[in-house]
């Protein structure tokens, strides 16, 4: 049995000790942060991007089952470039930005490693988890 929990609403099974990445909520954003790398072509264009990656913290404490819950434009591709381009053009880079954003966010959380499991009355169980990554250029 999986129990749900989103990272973002904290709506989680009301006996569930929720699993833990070491160091805490902070150190998984830093990380996440950190390792997360925007990728080229999204930078050339310009665009912005929410992605909520969704993952298992098994009993064990390892992710797996990481995919994607949810994408959210926040700034759509712009530029004299991306201008430049026919509509279909346009249609297939913002496609492409997509893809890599998702892809990007998939990678990043899988390297996350070992967790401390969920627990339910003492007894490790697996955990369904959301967490957001902001793709913004600085």
């Not at 991306?82 to 346009?90: H, I, V």
Request: glycine share 8%; net charge positive.
């Amino acid at each position: 049995e999986i129990r749900n929990c989103d990272w973002s609403s904290d709506v989680c099974s009301s006996d569930l000790e929720m699993p833990h990445y070491p160091g805490g909520e902070a150190v998984l954003m830093k990380q996440l942060s950190v390792n997360t790398k925007f990728p080229k072509l999204c930078q050339k264009y310009k665009a912005a991007a929410k992605v909520k990656v969704e993952f298992i913290v098994e009993k064990d404490g390892n992710v797996s089952d990481v995919g994607i819950q949810s994408y959210q434009v926040l700034d759509n591709p712009n530029g004299k470039d991306f201008n430049k381009l026919s509509g279909a053009e346009q249609t297939q880079v913002r496609s492409q930005i997509r893809t890599l954003f998702e892809q990007e966010g998939i990678r990043v959380v899988s390297t996350l490693g070992k967790w401390t499991p969920g627990k339910i009355r003492g007894e490790a169980t697996r955990v369904h988890y959301t967490v957001p990554i902001v793709f913004r250029l600085h």
